[in-house]
């Protein structure tokens, strides 16, 4: 026997979850979303020249491979996909070191000394990751291709699949940089507190 709260109608109906207002399909996801891709810097001017000899050296090569050896082109797939997903997780990990730093007196000698806001310094690691994603959609695509594909149709997925496996792996060496940046202004606070 279960005890009931006491209603102020006697036969009142019971509300359960379907009896909730309804969220909007576009709603607060999509603000989240917009406010995401506010983090994401894809422009070249962010851009090493590492990071730019990579992405065409990965772009010129996937091409390749996938316009002249159709056949052979299965093993550098799994290795990409792996790589890309490795990067991604490092990102998180890199992320969440940087995310344990926040406290308010941090926080506070940040912005006595115009660091603020503290979400740029994330900005590297979103771009990279978000880079990442979309590799693996196009590594994803390329292995979607039918056998009888066109080889230009082939060797465009290769050569966006190679492109931005290798900025992904290059966009790491950026990431790790603004880390060790974000630890010094990390230890420069915690001194500046004594």
Same mark, same amino acid.
């Given at each position: ?106 926080? @506070? ?10 979400? @740029? ?74």
């Amino acid at each position: 026997m279960s005890i009931q709260p006491a209603s102020s109608e006697p036969n009142s109906p019971k509300k359960g979850p379907e009896d909730k207002p309804r969220r909007r399909i576009f709603g607060e996801g999509n603000k989240a979303f917009t406010k995401y891709l506010g983090h994401v810097e894809i422009h070249p001017e962010y851009w090493s020249l590492f990071e730019l000899l990579a992405f065409i050296g990965g772009a010129v090569g996937g091409g390749l491979i996938a316009y002249n050896r159709y056949r052979h082109i299965g093993s550098p797939v799994p290795v990409a996909a792996s790589l890309t997903g490795l990067v991604i997780g490092a990102l998180i990990a890199g992320m969440a070191i940087m995310a344990r730093c926040h406290d308010p007196a941090f926080l @506070k000698t940040l912005d006595r000394h115009g660091g603020s806001p503290a979400s @740029k310094y994330f900005s590297p690691f979103i771009t990279t990751a978000t880079v990442g994603v979309v590799a693996i959609l196009a590594i994803i695509s390329y292995t979607l291709l039918p056998v009888g594909a066109s080889p230009v149709c082939r060797a465009a997925v290769g050569a966006a699949a190679g492109g931005l496996t290798l900025l992904t792996l290059a966009g790491l060496t950026g990431a790790l940089g603004t880390l060790i940046t974000y630890l010094d202004v990390y230890e420069y606070a915690a001194l500046d507190e004594d």
